[in-house]
């Protein structure tokens, strides 16, 4: 089994800075892509973005240029790095393994449990 857990959220003042991270139990290399999920209240799941096993990014326009993801296979974790965050980011953050990058992207069958970020005003 897959089990991924998500670490780094909190709290902070707009244009402050986390990283999250989310270690995985298996190989992460043995997935085509690692994908990051959020979830604001009363709103649905939406991708961030993802990285792909050759280190290849991809970013939803409401994070370019502030989001940054990065992984380091030797430990099985994956890292999202966030500047300048704004109070929409505000959600709870969700690692994906096994996300599909071909065509209409799609999520995998893993997921962790998730890490709140709360960004103020």
């Known amino acids: 089994q897959v089990q991924l857990v998500e670490s780094g959220g909190g709290s902070v003042q707009a244009g402050g800075s986390l990283r999250l991270s989310c270690a995985a139990s298996v190989r992460i290399f043995s997935f085509n892509a690692m994908g990051w999920y959020r979830q604001a209240p009363g709103k649905p799941r939406e991708l961030v973005g993802l990285?792909?096993?050759?280190?290849?990014?991809q970013y939803d326009d409401s994070v370019k240029g502030r989001f940054a993801f990065s992984r380091d296979d030797s430990n099985n974790t994956v890292y999202l790095q966030m500047n300048s965050l704004k109070p929409e980011d505000t959600a709870v953050y969700y690692c994906?393994?096994?996300?599909?990058?071909?065509?209409?992207?799609?999520?995998?069958?893993?997921w962790g449990q998730g890490t709140q970020v709360t960004v103020s005003s």
């Open positions: 990285i792909t096993s050759r280190g290849r990014t």
């Open positions: 994906n393994a096994g996300i599909q990058t071909t065509g209409v992207i799609r999520p995998g069958l893993y």
